[in-house]
Structures are given as C-alpha cells and as structure tokens.
C-alpha cells in the first residue's frame, strides 16, 4: 500500500479503494468509483458553501485562521500595510513579486494612461436616482463600462488584458467619486495625475478640501485599500473566478464578484456595523443588544470569519490605524460603543465557544465614516480596494490548465418523474 493514500472501505458492498493523496488532499473525483451499481453516477462529496472544498490552487494569498496570519504573495500584511502603497502591493498581487523601481514606475504611469473613463459613462451614472445605493451604482457602472472596450473580450490575448486589469484598478474608484459627486448634487471633479491613487481618490470625492485631504486621511486611506486587496477564495473571488470560468471580459468578471461583495454577510457588514452601532445608541444598551445576539434575534456585525477563529490581524491593523485619523478628525463618538462591545463580546461564553471575534469590518466603518465618507459608500471602499485581488485570482485562473467552467454537482432531492396535470385537474 502507498504511504500517500487514502484507504476507503464501501461498507455497503465491502469494497475497498485506494485513493492518492496530493499535497494533503484527495481529489473529489476520485471518489466517482465508489458505486454499488455499475450504472450509478458515483459518491461526490456534499459541501454546501464550500466549508471544506479546494476548488482551485493559488499561490496569491495565504491565511492561518487559527494563528490570526494573513499573507500576500507570502509577504505579512502587517508589513505590507506598514511600508507599501495600495498600487504597489496591486502589482505584487497581479505578478507575485513586488516591483523593482523602473518596474513601479513603468507600472504607476499605466494606470494613470488607463485613468480616462470613456465620455458616455458620466451620463450613465448621472442617469441614477441620486438616492441610490452606490453599490447598486457600481455593479451597473463597471459591467457598463465593459462595453466601451468591446476588446476586452479577448481574454486569450495578454497586452489587452493587461490594459484592462490597469482600467479596472484605474476606473472603479472614478466610477466611485462620479456617483459620490452626482448623489450630493455636485460638479464631477476629474482625476488628477499629479496625485497618489488614495490622495487622487479622495480628491475626486472632496474636490481638495484640505482638512478631508489631509496626508495623514490620505496614508489611512492607502493601508486600508491595502488590507482589503485579497482575502483568498472569499465569496466574492469565488464569484470572479465562477463568472471568468465562463470566459466573459474582465469587467464582467468583476461586477458580479462586486455584486458578491455587496451583501452583509461579505463586504456589506462595515454599512451594517455602523447602522448596529448607530442602533444601540448608548454603552448601557450594550448588555440588552449582546442578549439578543445570544437568542440569535440579530447578528453581532463585523464578528466572525469563515476562516479566521481568532482575531483577524486586520482588524488588530484597522484598530491601530484608527488611532492615527482620529487625531486628525477627532474620535468617532460610536467608537466608546464599538470598544465596549468589543470587551463584553470577548469575555462572554457565547462568543468565546464559537471563536468569534472582530473582523477587518468592525472598526473600518469607523475611521470611513470619521474621514466623512457616508456610510452606503463603505463597501465601495472594499470594492476598490479588493479589484486588484480579484484580477490577480482571475490571472492565476487563466493560467490554470486545470481549471475548466465552474460547474458544481447538486444532491437532487425533488420528484421522480411524473406527468403533466391540466390546470383543471390540479
Ligand atoms: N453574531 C452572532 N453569532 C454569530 C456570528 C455573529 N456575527 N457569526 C457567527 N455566529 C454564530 C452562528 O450563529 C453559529 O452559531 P451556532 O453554532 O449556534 O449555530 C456559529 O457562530 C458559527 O457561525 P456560522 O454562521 O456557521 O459561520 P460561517 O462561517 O458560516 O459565517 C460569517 C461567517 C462571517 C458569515 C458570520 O460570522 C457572520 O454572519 N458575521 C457577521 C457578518 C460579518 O461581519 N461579515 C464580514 C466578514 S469579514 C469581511 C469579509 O471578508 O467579507
């Protein structure tokens, strides 16, 4: 017998099989022989949301949830976020190493070549209710803007790829501001070249308001975009690489995987933490709130992880990171709320025996909303700061000769066949 096997015995009919094991895993369809008929389909494993399926290799992002350890390309975030700016870890993302100095620079000037969004999509924005959520806003906008590059649909063809990959990462925070300027009914104010990406971004939002474009809001805002820029085969990435498996363009691609990230549950929590906080108003409500999390009445927002089951090492980052802005803008008086919160959550049973603990969304909303950016804005922020990791997975998947259509398998539990009734009968 193989040391690097898995033995299997089919109690059912007694057989047994020898599965391969490959780098600690078996291959699911492997498990197809297992049968008690001949002309049966075969065993699958049953997974529902993927709690303990590898559905690809990647070598873009490593995370040890139980160790609380987050790593780009091998390079501690903590690091990263420290030393590095939003484009440059994008890069190290898209090439899995960081760039040499001519190699930023070559890099820094594509994506501001790629920065001109096409006329049509400022009345396409503006065609919006100012009042509409700009999430909504911005799925639309971006698989709008796939229709202006009608080349982008060539995804066989690397150079145009790569000038895709340098308009989405250079675009989706234009289509940001845009909506921003046009919801508050102000002038758009275009992208300026002279600027940083997050000093640009801000700009684009408050039109050189210094006090919002302070250096230190503007680094805040970098580390953030930073902390955000890939998380592995989160919901969304698994959207980007289901939806590119198909083979559509990148921009495609990328509005369903930011459709992915709206919900409350994947990047819409840091909107829904603000509004949780907002709600419980005062520190002596905390212990009636934190009830209702334990009767499951309602969610503790912006706790837990799928992967994480101790405290997220951006949410430790977020947290220092909050310190520098307040200083500047002053403290977020829902933040006594959200540390309070915090230390009561930790100490309880209830979060205690399921690993709960902050996520990179608990105190995010905070430093956003302190920096004056409205709160239905939050998972913008993500999504600009996740599109560069969302191009490195969608990279490593066209790249990947053993990646086909995503196709998942289903446990059908409905009806045998059976005939059709009139309507009279039924
Ligand atoms: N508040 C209260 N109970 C919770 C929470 C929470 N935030 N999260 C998990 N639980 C409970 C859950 O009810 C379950 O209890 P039981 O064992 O009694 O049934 C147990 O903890 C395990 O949770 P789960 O729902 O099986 O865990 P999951 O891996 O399916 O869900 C999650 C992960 C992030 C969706 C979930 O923790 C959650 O809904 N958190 C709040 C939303 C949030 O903050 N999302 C942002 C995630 S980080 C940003 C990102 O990358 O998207």
């Given at each position: 017998m193989s040391k690097d096997s898995l033995s299997i015995k089919d109690n059912r009919t007694g057989k047994s099989y020898e599965i391969e094991i490959d780098d600690g895993n078996i291959k699911a369809k492997d498990l197809r022989q297992i049968k008690v008929n001949e002309d049966e389909f075969g065993m699958m494993c049953y997974d529902p949301s993927y709690e303990n399926t590898a559905a690809c290799k990647s070598s873009v992002t490593f995370i040890d949830g139980d160790n609380g350890i987050l790593r780009y390309r091998g390079y501690p975030i903590e690091q990263l976020a420290d030393k590095s700016s939003q484009l440059e870890v994008a890069k190290l993302l898209l090439d899995g190493e960081l760039p040499t100095s001519d190699e930023l620079d070559k890099w820094l000037s594509d994506i501001k070549e790629f920065n001109n969004v096409p006329d049509g999509i400022e009345n396409i924005i503006k065609s919006f209710p100012q009042d509409s959520h700009p999430m909504g806003v911005l799925i639309s906008s971006i698989a709008a803007l796939g229709t202006f590059?009608?080349?982008?649909?060539?995804?066989?063809?690397?150079?145009?790829?790569?000038?895709?990959?340098?308009?989405?990462?250079?675009?989706?925070?234009?289509?940001?501001?845009?909506?921003?300027?046009?919801?508050?009914?102000?002038?758009i104010v275009p992208p300026d070249d002279s600027m940083s990406y997050s000093e640009n971004f801000l700009n684009m939002l408050f039109d050189g308001d210094e006090?919002?474009?302070?250096?230190?809001?503007?680094?805040?805002?970098?580390?953030?975009?930073?902390?955000?820029?890939?998380?592995?085969?989160?919901?969304?990435?698994?959207?980007?690489?289901?939806?590119?498996?198909?083979?559509?363009?990148?921009?495609?691609?990328?509005?369903?995987?930011?459709?992915?990230?709206?919900?409350?549950?994947?990047?819409?929590?840091?909107?829904?933490?603000?509004?949780?906080?907002?709600?419980?108003?005062?520190?002596?409500?905390?212990?009636?709130?934190?009830?209702?999390?334990?009767?499951?009445?309602?969610?503790?927002?912006?706790?837990?992880?799928?992967?994480?089951?101790?405290?997220?090492?951006?949410?430790?980052?977020?947290?220092?990171?909050?310190?520098?802005?307040?200083?500047?803008?002053?403290?977020?008086?829902?933040?006594?709320?959200?540390?309070?919160?915090?230390?009561?959550?930790?100490?309880?049973?209830?979060?205690?025996?399921?690993?709960?603990?902050?996520?990179?969304?608990?105190?995010?909303?905070?430093?956003?909303?302190?920096?004056?950016?409205?709160?239905?804005m939050f998972t913008v922020l993500f999504t600009i700061g996740r599109t560069p990791g969302w191009l490195a997975q969608w990279n490593e998947l066209l790249n990947d000769k053993e990646q086909k259509i995503a196709r998942p398998r289903q446990v059908y539990t409905g009806y045998d066949s059976r005939d059709y009734k009139d309507i009279s009968d039924r």
């Open positions: 590059y009608p080349n982008a649909k060539n995804i066989t063809d690397e150079e145009e790829n790569y000038k895709n990959i340098c308009r989405l990462i250079a675009q989706v925070p234009i289509l940001a501001a845009y909506f921003y300027r046009h919801s508050k009914g102000l002038n006090k919002k474009m302070n250096p230190a809001l503007v680094d805040a805002m970098d580390t953030l975009l930073i902390l955000h820029a890939d998380h592995e085969q989160n919901c969304s990435a698994s959207v980007m690489r289901n939806t590119g498996s198909s083979e559509p363009d990148p921009f495609s691609s990328v509005a369903s995987a930011t459709a992915a990230l709206y919900g409350p549950l994947h990047g819409g929590a840091n909107e829904a933490v603000l509004e949780m906080l907002s709600d419980i108003d005062s520190v002596d409500n905390i212990p009636s709130f934190l009830d209702k999390v334990q009767k499951k009445e309602v969610k503790l927002m912006g706790f837990g992880h799928r992967v994480y089951k101790s405290y997220d090492p951006r949410a430790k980052f977020i947290k220092k990171a909050a310190d520098n802005v307040f200083e500047i803008t002053g403290t977020n008086p829902l933040l006594d709320i959200a540390l309070k919160l915090e230390s009561i959550a930790l100490s309880e049973d209830y979060f205690i025996q399921r690993n709960l603990y902050p996520n990179v969304d608990f105190y995010s909303g905070l430093i956003y909303e302190s920096m004056g950016i409205p709160t239905p």
